[in-house]
């Protein structure tokens, strides 16, 4: 098996690590081409520091890192020195401590330490200074140029071939799909696919170059054995290089905007350094490491890196752009070679083994792929140093509502570029809402229990604009007309013959486009639309009082003087109905509901309500993708103890003292009074009425399975709880 004829752009070690994952697959008709020399590039590759750190919020990157660390040892290219995070405000112990959760949620081993753990385990630190630390042994260091080197020999022995000093120019297309690349010398190479692995060099993809720091110290007494050191309070890390540190900053900034300005030499991805914006880099340097005084910068560099908006890599075939054509971009060291197993399951199976959603070059809607829109959330994306900053650019999509809603004093979140209510400022808390702790109510308000509960006693009107709505023309298989089908998030419903409408996410639209037959139409018609819904036990009276007798799932028609298709898709756990209609009449839909709605007790409700009503209605999110066959666990429904405390994704789930699980999303439930979560458990852990705890920061808070839903729809002032 030979497989088809795939050319690689970029030898890197991302490039190099993908050709030994297709060549060990049988597909060994492979072709490697860089613009620079073999195997010191002059990309990212060639200067990174080459750390791992294997304990990240997203499982999916945790997984990368570990199958990348592991891989590489047993290559010999892997130094697991360990790495030892520390915290120098209580806020940031606070952060180690959920650090901590997730890796003991995904499997990795480590440790919170007390200062003089810290000191022993890095004798340079200043512990006075330090209030705590996260230690984590097999964290460690990989050198990239010989990794990649490492790589590339294993793909060439089953028959790939590394070519470099080839600049690609053009990626050629024919009837929609690639046909193969033409280099800047006019050389011609074929191919059925072609990947770009060219880091900060791709172009036309939701990244941009970004400049990150690095300096090594004069002979500072330090030996390789330390573990990489990280002081996130001032944006630093630091390794060995012998009896040298060196010293890495993470306050990146934007990179030259123009590529032709990057150095003409050897090294186009090291760019002068730039003493005055490291000052303060190494002013906490000293402060946390007082040996450094006695030091002077030997060796520094402003090395350019590829960065997202959100700063996940980008991995996928792209949906602009021919069919074949695939990227792997923005990867760091650290995952480069768990990138290049999944993106080579991807590609020659279909599908990868794990989840890469998040990872998918797709998620962005175009208003966030401008290099303005990533250079203003260059901050937000670095997750080290602002762990839960939300993005720094704002109101890039606002929907018709917003004046409306921003008059009834709304609270703002993004999604998806979109400014959408979180809660209403209009609205009275409730006068027995819970303490909450300090990060709790960084993403919270005791008002969404007013409005969570107009919703299951009356009625409560939701902004759903920030969804993806697509509509697909021509004879497109589905449900049957005024029918609908929801599964995994996405709502397909069939208003007419040959008129589909689905509700989802960025990656259903892409998905639709792909699975169109020939004839069919599929258009993203988001931003022309806008929605809302209606939920709550008179919500139907609400509506009909609007639009006149309804039936079936899927209604077109008007409501007022508004032309609107309306679902029943009951994601409160309440009757009602989820409107769209045309931008262009949203003012109208909501002036029009709005009015209508004071004989009905109508709340104006945010995104926190909405999300605690549907959990507690059962509408959560399906297992992992890469979970699903698993026969021997579930999704399990769980009710915490009240006790000031709330999981928000990703903690551990504890029983008899061991980790058992972890949480995939929760939010707090004002029906049943207490927290909600839903956790991925082994089925013998899954049965009602068994205790759980849940570990959240520091404590670990108990939880009871429940039987799903906790609460069912019924009449005004009479929900269900089922416990």
Known sequence: MTGPTVVIIGAGIVGCALADELTARGWTDITVLDRGPLFVTGGSTSHTPGLVFRIDPSRTMTRLARYTAEKYARLGCYQAVGSLEVATTPERLAELHRRFGFGRSWGVASAI???AACAALFPMLDKSLVLGGLHVPEDGLIPAVRAAEIQAARAASHGA???????????LSNNGRVAGVETADGDTFPAD?????????????????TVHQYVRTTAAGSSDALPILRHPDRDLYLRAHGDRLGIGSYRHEPGPADLDDLPGDGHPAMLPFAPEAFRQSWTAATELLPALRGTALDDAFNGVLAATADGFPVLGEGDSGPRGLWTAAAVPVAHSAGVAKALAEWIVDGTPGIDLR?????????????PAYIRRNLTAASAIVHPHAPPALRDLRIGPFHSRQAELGAVFGEAGGWERPLWYASNPPPDDAPARDEWSSRFASPIAGTEARAARRKVALFDLTAGTRVEVLGPMPGPPVGGLIRDAGLTVARP???????????????????????GVTVRDITGGTCGLGVWGP???????????PVSGDVWEGRLGMVPVVMLRVPLAGEAGWEIYTEAGYGARLWDTIWAAGPEFGLVAAGQVALDGLRLEAGHRAGPPAGDRADPDRRLACLVLSEGGGAPTGGEPVYAGGFAVGYVTEAAYGWTVGAPVAY?????????????????????????????????????AGDRRMVR
Not at 165 to 171: C, G, L, P, S
Not at 705 to 713: C, I, Q, Y
């Open 358 to 370: 998040e990872l998918d070059v797709n998620r962005f809607v175009d208003g966030q792929l401008a």
């Open 193 to 209: 696919l072609v990947v770009e692995c060219t880091g900060f060099w791709t172009a036309g993809r939701p990244l941009i170059p």
């Open 161 to 171: 071939r590394f070519i470099g000093n080839r600049r690609v120019d053009n990626v």
């Open 538 to 548: 008179v919500a139907d009276e609400l509506v009909a009082r609007l639009t006149g």
């Open 679 to 715: 956790a991925w458990l082994p089925s013998a852990l899954s049965g009602p009425g068994t205790m759980v705890e849940v570990g959240c920061f520091d404590s670990r808070l108990p939880a009871t399975v429940s039987a799903e839903p906790l609460v069912r729809p019924g009449a």
């Open 113 to 115: 330490v007390d200062p």
């Open 496 to 518: 007419a013959e040959d008129r589909i409408l689905a509700v989802g996410g960025p990656l259903d639209r892409v998905l639709l486009r792909r699975q169109a037959p020939s």
